[in-house]
């Protein structure tokens, strides 16, 4: 289903009724416009899924047309989005499902194509310095032992989820999902750790978390 077809003229004339029409102005409600566009948004993106069964040729045009979308939101990362497989942008695509009300909102996911040029300084305040020094450093050297192939967001989530077990005494889930998190793009809250890393890959997960360590 494409966003163009969801209300097309054709639906709007059987739901027209003379009976229904008002001398009041009418009065939009943002919320529920947004809210609708969301629920479009993520079904035509939920072609993308693996057990779809919608035909390729549909599937590569519904790429096409996101890539052009990240284009016009994210111009400085022109060159990064064209070149990126299709393979890649479908990912991405299925990552911020239910993350989009408007195409606008591409602009918040930059990150999956570039490394955050700025870090939410308010972020972690109440973490220990050495203690996010200490964090950053296990989750760096258990990353660099992880061979690429297995570098995923499934293990990703694995390997976070058994560090925080092994250290309950000492740290906390969300200190640990928020710090990688904050190094990889820049904020504590967003799109899972782990389709972040399936993403962008080890190579460049890595590079972030040791850009980051140096910055503390």
Not at 32 to 54: A, C, D, H, M, R
Not at 65 to 83: D, N, T, W
């Amino acid at each position: 289903m494409c966003i163009r077809d969801s209300i097309n003229a054709e639906y709007m004339a059987e739901l027209f009724d003379m009976e229904n029409i008002s001398e009041s102005n009418g009065k939009m409600d943002l919320k529920k416009l947004y809210f609708f566009n969301e629920q479009v948004i993520s079904k035509e993106l939920s072609i993308l899924s693996p057990t779809s069964g919608i035909e390729q040729a549909d599937v590569k045009e519904l790429i096409s047309k996101y890539r052009s979308q990240f284009v016009q939101a994210l111009p400085e990362c022109k060159e990064e989005i064209e070149s990126s497989g299709d393979r890649k942008i479908s990912k991405i695509l299925l990552a911020v499902r239910g993350r989009l009300k408007s195409f606008n909102d591409l602009k918040g996911f930059k990150f999956f194509f570039a490394a955050p040029d700025s870090f939410d300084l308010q972020a972690l305040e109440k973490m220990d310095l050495q203690k996010k020094k200490n964090v950053a450093k296990d989750i760096l050297e258990l990353w660099k032992e992880t061979p690429f192939a297995d570098f995923n967001g499934t293990n990703i989530h694995k390997m976070l989820s058994e560090y925080i077990f092994a250290k309950k005494d000492s740290v906390k889930n969300e200190e640990v999902f928020h710090l990688v998190r904050l190094a990889l793009t820049g904020k504590t809250s967003g799109v899972s750790v782990g389709d972040i890393c399936d993403v962008i890959g080890k190579k460049e997960a890595v590079s972030r978390l040791e850009i980051w360590m140096n910055k503390l």
